[in-house]
Structures are given as structure tokens and as C-alpha cells.
């Protein structure tokens, strides 16, 4: 399952030619096919059994993620060529090929996000007479994203949409490993649910998620430690709480009071301003780069908070 670097690449680094910018409109099919390629190596084909011969282990599985994809678009099969008779279906080849012929890419992205869960769910159950390496698998999936220059990443279990790779390893993705941890559950579905409103263009429920997400990590933490704060309490109350209750040093107050009223101002004033409130007769249109924004600087507090909190144990 490793990525093989060969002459061709090698050439594309040295002469510049990998993409610098992402795009998002589009899956090359080239990445498709290395996607099936890499399901191939993964959870493999299924077969349905005969006579003595029992089904593949993997064969309910697939046939969950086809049932799945045909419910959620509103087909009865993907493909034309599906048999009627699900004992002639071999499910992987009919996702892979519904997958292949797929151009609008949210569809797409859709089918590589519930493949991955399906692969993951049969690594984890049949983990002793399979040997799937799903860190290795989705490592594979994320780097084939890079190299083709398409702006996604699947990370905890979702796909989600990349604007920066540097921003996106120093911040979204450190945020999203401390939130697995059970005890932010809350906070870690808030910010997951504020990226895929993102990636759909939902931008005023991305803003509000990204709030969300940010008051619910610093009431977790208040919660932990029994630091009083009213429940209705918004994010400059809790801001001021995490302040008082020594979260942040006492000799940092003054610049982290700074930094209260900045992620007031770039996390919650843009919400307040722009998609909590009715619009009138006016259509508000919030900026793609504000929604960046805000989702970058709500990983890096979420990131800060969490671990200085880790200081306090």
C-alpha cells in the first residue's frame, strides 16, 4: 500500500511541475483510478458464495456502502448493468464503476468518504484474519489528494476541505486529534459539522459551528476543573473565565485579554454579524476567505486552549 516513487515523479518535483495552488472542482481520473487501486489493496473484492462455498467476509460490508449510496441518491442501483438478482452483484466493482463514471465531485467525495468508513469498519472487526493497515490506507488517500493538487483530506472518519497545507498540519489537524478525545466529543462534532457545511458552501452555518465549536471547548474545560460560569454565558464571559481561573498565566493576562477580544471580534462578531441574526430583505453574502479565516483561528484557540489546560493536570 506504499506510494512507489518512480521516475516520472521524481522529474514532475524537480521541474516544479506539482501543483502549488489546490482546486476543488473536480477528481482527476487518475486519482480515481489510484483510489480503486487502493480499495483493491485494501478491502478487496467481494463474492457472493455458492453450493459449499461461503460468501467473502467483506461481502456485507460492500453491500451496506452500495445499499447506502443507492438510498442516499435515490436510485435502486448505480449502475444500469447491476443485476436484478443481488447474488450476481459483486459490489465492489459496481461502486468502483458507479465512482468512475461520477463527475459532479460532492457525489464523489461521498463515495470515497463511505468507502473509507466501510474499510475502516471491516479493518477494526475482522482485524485478526485481515491485515489492513488503515493509518497506511488513508495516509495513501491524503497524499493522492496532494499530489493531484485537490484541496481534500479525509480526517476523523469525515472528508473535509484543505485551503493551506501548512495551516492544515499546524492547526486543523492538531485540533481534530485533541478533540478525539472522548471528553470533547461535543466540541469535536461542532467543528467536524462546521467544515462540512464549508466544503457545501454553508458558510453562515459554518460561521456559527465554528463558535460552537469554540465555546463548547472552553465550557468542557471550565466543566473539568468546576470553574463557575453561567450556562447562557457567550464566548468573551467564558473568554473572561479561562482568564480568571488562571488558564492562561497571570504575568500573559494582559496579552491574552488582547487575544480574548481579537477571537471575540474574528469568531464571534462575524457570526453575530452575519448569520445570527435575519436578513431582511437583504441578502447577506459572507466572503469564502472570512469563513478560512475563521475556521484557521478557531483550530489554533481550540489547539492553545486544550493544551495549556493539559499544563494544569
Not at 145 to 156: D, P
Not at 189 to 203: I, M, P, Q
Not at 290 to 297: G, K, P, R, S
Request: glycine share 6%; with cysteine.
Amino acid at each position: 500500500m506504499a506510494i512507489t516513487d518512480l521516475f516520472h515523479k521524481r522529474q514532475k518535483r524537480i521541474r516544479g511541475e506539482y501543483p502549488d495552488f489546490y482546486q476543488y472542482d473536480e477528481l482527476p481520473n487518475k486519482l480515481k483510478v489510484q483510489i480503486i487501486h487502493l480499495w483493491d489493496e485494501t478491502i478487496e473484492a467481494d463474492y457472493s458464495g455458492g453450493g459449499w462455498n461461503p460468501s467473502s467476509l467483506n461481502r456485507e460490508y460492500l453491500k451496506k456502502c452500495y445499499k447506502s449510496l443507492c438510498k442516499e441518491i435515490g436510485v435502486f442501483k448505480l449502475n444500469e448493468e447491476d443485476s436484478n438478482d443481488e447474488i450476481y452483484i459483486t459490489y465492489f466493482e459496481s461502486i468502483s464503476s458507479y465512482f468512475l463514471s461520477e463527475d459532479n465531485i460532492e457525489q464523489a467525495l461521498s463515495i470515497i468518504e463511505l468507502m473509507t468508513q466501510t474499510i475502516s469498519s471491516f479493518a477494526r472487526e475482522y482485524r485478526y484474519k485481515v491485515s489492513i493497515n488503515i493509518d497506511e490506507a488513508i495516509n495513501e488517500l491524503n497524499q493522492r489528494f496532494r499530489e493531484h493538487g485537490v484541496g481534500y483530506q479525509y480526517e476523523n472518519g469525515q472528508i473535509i476541505r484543505v485551503d493551506s497545507e501548512f495551516i492544515h498540519a499546524e492547526a486543523v489537524k492538531p485540533a481534530l486529534q485533541l478533540l478525539s478525545n472522548p471528553t470533547y466529543r461535543g466540541a469535536q462534532e461542532e467543528f467536524l459539522k462546521a467544515h462540512e457545511h464549508y466544503r457545501h458552501g454553508r458558510y453562515d452555518a459554518a460561521l456559527t459551528d465554528c463558535l460552537k465549536a469554540f465555546e463548547s471547548t472552553m465550557k468542557i474545560i471550565l466543566d473539568k476543573h468546576d470553574w463557575e460560569y453561567g450556562k447562557k454565558d457567550a464566548s468573551k464571559r467564558l473568554i473572561d473565565c479561562c482568564l480568571s481561573n488562571e488558564l492562561i498565566p497571570k504575568f500573559w493576562t494582559d496579552h491574552f485579554n488582547s487575544l480574548g477580544n481579537m477571537l471575540t471580534s474574528s469568531i464571534g462578531t462575524p457570526r453575530n454579524k452575519l448569520s445570527g441574526h435575519g436578513k431582511g430583505n437583504d441578502e447577506i453574502e459572507i466572503p469564502e476567505h472570512l469563513i478560512q479565516y475563521v475556521l484557521h483561528m478557531t483550530a489554533s484557540t481550540i489547539v492553545f486552549l486544550i493544551k495549556a489546560e493539559e499544563t494544569l493536570n
